[in-house]
């Protein structure tokens, strides 16, 4: 185990990601995790929109395999204008 984190590595993470309801953004979200993960890691993908149908939250349950990748993953998508929140 890392000091600078308190997950064992590798480990199964889920990722949930809220944009506007866009027809293209759980396709975005999937390929950027699979671009920093790879396909082999990539689990379920949950989406749900929201009460009124603005937004949606895609959920990515995958297999993290380091901190830094983690790290690049989270820094990729908050840089993107289509991603409104992020845990």
């Known amino acids: 185990m890392n000091e600078d984190t308190l997950l ?15 027809p293209a953004f759980e396709q975005y979200v ?23 149908g603005r937004y949606i939250a895609v959920t990515i349950n995958f297999t993290a395999s380091s901190k830094t990748q ?3 993953i989270y820094r990729t998508l908050s840089a993107s204008e289509q991603v409104l929140f992020l845990l």
Request: hydrophobic share 40%; aromatic share 4%; net charge negative.
């Open 30 to 52: 999937v390929e950027i995790v699979r671009t920093h993960a790879g396909s082999a890691a990539l689990g379920i993908v949950d989406t749900r929109p929201s009460r009124n």
């Open 8 to 22: 064992e590595f590798p480990c199964a993470f889920p990722l949930k990601v809220m944009g506007l309801n866009q």
């Open 70 to 72: 983690l790290d690049d």
